[in-house]
């Protein structure tokens, strides 16, 4: 009896020992996702990108829209658009489809927008090529007036003092040509498109003329935003097509006392009424658990847009019309997401990002197309490393969808602050010609080039495919 009891509080340790040991392990064993099946995830990738390739549907979509003209935010043409795509999303039967209302900026270039060198000897009468920056203010009616001063960076404009007061400021800073990524080259030239009049101001100037941020030596101005402070003077600010900058720099060299005329109506109106436009599939097995696709329905006024960001809407749009083409029943919700405003404010972005942080779903993935329609090249990932790894585990699949490389780095400006995603992922395209098209008339349908652009819409359904199918 005595010997039996003292087996019996053995056996019992035993057993709590091994539970014990065990216990994790069966959570472990219990959340162990699918092993890759990447034979079978392979035939899903080929898949997807005959049929992107052959249909060329993203691209029909995407010739509709940017016949429509560009969809500045605040427009009504913006809104024509969002409801344009909203029908769209409707007729391709998504599950859900629906508007999340947001107020935004409203600045109108207006119809008055000139340059021209009206004092001189040698090139008295030259008009220079010219696009307003987005958010400047305009000029009366004769305009402003004053002679020319250039410099490469703001040490230059801070050094010039006092002799600054009265003059345009003309900031000749040109993106590096000599950069491998030219995303990187923008990011260095832009400081004098955005804040140029702000500094400019500072030391007494009266108005700002830059160099277009563009990779494109041709005549076409590039516009884009730049901003204001309420306790520094506004002063007008406009960008100067690369060849007559690089004229500009010259006919200053030798005429220095040149003077130039500069006349424009642009203004900003009220804060107008506008949308997030979102579609979505709903998951069969988790549809609280969100995978999101994205880019911004809004473009500047100059082109249509179809590259910035024309090409990031339709191919969201197009993933999930993959999907029900090729009859893929996504376990997660995966939702594509129009947002709005991302040139002039991020009203759309910060829009969005406040409902996910609200919201009772998981945002599994937040990926973002807004660098326009060029050959897939890569995701950079904003996660943890385990997760990073994770993903690169997949490469040999997103090689069949044309991805060469999956590392650490940004996503984008319109998921990038969904911080309660496990991952925020950018989509990186080839991103040589980009910037000649970038805030311009040079970004039309025309440059679009089918096969890169439907290789896009590809990538990303691989990508959230391996994403719904194994989880992040
Ligand atoms: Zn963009």
């Known amino acids: 009896m005595e010997k039996s009891l003292r087996h019996f509080w053995l056996n019992l340790a035993l057993v709590i020992l091994i539970s014990l040991i065990l216990f994790p392990f069966n959570i472990t064993f219990s959340q162990t996702p699918e092993t890759i099946n990447t034979k079978e995830d ?4 080929d898949q997807l990108v005959r049929t992107a390739l052959t249909d060329r549907k993203g691209y029909k979509l995407l010739k509709e829209l940017s016949d429509m003209g560009p969809r500045l935010s605040g427009s009504e043409n913006s809104v024509k658009a969002i409801m344009w795509a909203k ?10 489809v629906w508007l999340q209302p947001v107020l935004v900026p409203h600045w109108v270039r207006g119809d008055v927008e000139s340059a021209e060198i009206i004092k001189s000897q040698l090139f008295k009468n030259r008009k220079l090529n010219i696009a307003t920056l987005g ?37 000749s800073r040109p993106l590096d040509p000599g950069l491998i990524e030219t995303f990187r080259g923008y990011g260095g030239a832009v400081g004098q498109r955005v804040v140029g009049a702000m500094m400019a101001a500072q030391v007494g100037a009266v ?54 005329n500069i006349k424009l109506n642009c203004k900003t109106l009220p804060d107008a009424q506008s949308y997030n436009l979102i579609g979505e599939l709903t998951g069969s097995e988790f549809p609280n658990e969100v995978i999101v696709i994205g880019g911004h329905s809004d473009s500047w006024d100059k082109g249509v847009g179809a590259n910035d960001d024309g090409a990031g809407i339709i191919q969201s749009l197009e993933v ?64 943890d490393s385990t997760v990073i790894a994770k993903v690169q585990g997949w490469l040999p699949v997103l090689e069949h969808a044309s991805i060469d490389w999956l590392r650490k780095g940004g996503s984008g400006a319109d998921v990038g602050d969904i911080k309660n995603a496990i991952a925020r992922i950018g989509y990186n ?42 989880g992040l």
Do not use: W
């Open 320 to 383: 999930l019309d993959l999907f029900k083409r090729l009859n893929i029943k996504p376990k997660r919700t995966i939702r594509c997401v129009f947002f709005i405003n991302e040139e002039n404010g991020s009203k759309g972005a910060e829009k969005y990002a406040e409902y996910a942080a609200n919201s009772s779903e998981k945002h599994i993935g937040a990926i973002e197309s807004d660098e326009g329609a060029g050959t897939p090249r890569g995701f950079s990932l904003d996660a």
């Open 429 to 470: 395209p080839d991103p040589q010609r980009y910037f000649d098209y970038h805030h311009s008339d040079n970004d039309q349908f025309s440059i679009i080039h089918p096969r890169e652009f439907e290789l896009g819409s590809a990538a990303i359904a691989t990508l959230v495919y391996m994403i719904d199918k194994y």
């Open 135 to 171: 958010g400047s203010i305009g000029t009366d009616k004769e305009g402003i007036t004053a002679e020319v001063m250039e410099v490469k960076n703001f040490d230059e404009l801070k050094a010039l003092g006092k002799k600054a007061e009265g003059k345009i400021i003309f900031m």
């Open 207 to 260: 108005g700002v003329m830059i160099r277009s941020v563009t990779t494109k030596y041709d005549n076409v101005p590039h516009t884009g935003v730049m901003i204001y402070n309420d306790t520094i003077p506004k002063i007008p600010s406009v960008a100067l097509g690369y060849q007559d900058a690089d004229f500009l720099s010259e006919a200053i060299k030798k005429d220095p006392s040149l003077e130039v």
């Open 42 to 45: 392979i035939k899903i990738a």
């Open 87 to 96: 029908k769209k999303m409707e007729e391709l039967g998504f599950d859900k």
